[in-house]
């Protein structure tokens, strides 16, 4: 763990503000800036694509105007990019931050983003395999027997990465399924390992407290925002982008439902049905993600992000 030294000033960690989509979690890390002078770095793997603003609810343009963010708007769609890219660029990002006496806020619910950073865990290839070749056996597997076939193979070898992996997520079941057969151990054993070296900063997570049935309504409401803001015209862009077609970006949730409508083969209603509900299931799974890494994520109020934002402060000062 590196010494935050004088950099950190009177606070003894770096705050980290997860939860589920629609939790209220960018509304604390805001008001956590507000408090602390802090500037926000983004843990959310959809939000580093530029122009997927209303689908990946980015903050306002007052609160990015307001605030620096860091690790937004950073890769075009289609563009590859790891958890060990993340993991790199936020090193740098952090040591930054705190070269210039402020305090870094980490905001976003991207569970591997989020265990990456509080644990020290890397995704990245440290012992040396080469994986391309396991990836593109396990990709020819996926052309010719599909999706599930490819997700019974790593329940088989990885059953613990597989509670964590959801079938559609295709890229990670490779990744997981390549790992192992490159290293011959398996992916969620690695990264157990890997904590071993700890993390490269003090960091302390947190996680409003929110009923899951207020977190549905919340999630069903915000489907409704996003698409009076014009989520149809951004998933219309997205769509034609061609290398975007099949990446990470474009089988995110709110983007890949419109491929039926767009298809004149199902109404807008049952679009947004299928966003809705889409998003509940995600956020049903960001709340095992969450559940799995226990009492390392304090629980902070739900509803009152100042107060919210003032309680975290306090347990990140020394």
Known sequence: MIDPGPYLGKYSFIPIVTGPTAS???????????????????????QIYKGLDIGTAKDSAEELAEIPHHMT?????????SVFDYVTMTEKVFSDILSRGKLPVVCGGTGQYISSL?????????????????????????????????????????????????????????????V??????????????????????NFRAFMPDVDRAVLYDRINRRVDIMMEQGLEEEARMLYGIEKAKGT?????????????????EEDIAETVYKIKLGSRHYAKRQLTWFRHMGDDIGK?????????AELILEQCTI
């Not at 008001?31 to 926000?40: A, D, I, N, P, Q």
């Not at 599930?148 to 992996?165: G, R």
């Not at 902070?300 to 919210?308: C, L, N």
């Open 248 to 264: 990470t970006c474009f089988q995110a949730i709110g983007y890949k439902e419109f491929g039926r409508y767009f298809a004149g």
């Open 118 to 178: 509080l644990y020290g865990i890397d995704y990245g290839n440290e012992e040396g395999i080469d994986i391309a070749d396991s990836e593109e056996y396990y990709q020819s597997i996926l052309e010719k027997e599909g999706r599930d076939a490819l997700y019974e193979i790593l329940k088989k070898e990885d059953p613990e990465a597989a509670l964590l992996i959801h079938p559609n997520n295709t890229r990670r079941v490779i990744r997981a399924l390549a």
């Open 180 to 201: 192992k057969r490159a290293s011959g151990v398996s992916f969620s054993e690695k990264n157990k390992k890997s904590k071993t070296a700890g993390p490269s900063f």
């Open 73 to 81: 708007d950073i890769v075009e769609p289609g563009d590859r990019f």
């Open 24 to 46: 209220g979690k960018s509304a604390v890390a805001i008001e956590l800036c507000r408090l602390c002078g802090g500037e926000l770095v983004s843990a959310d793997s959809m």
């Open 300 to 308: 902070i109020p739900f509803g009152d992000a100042k107060a919210a």
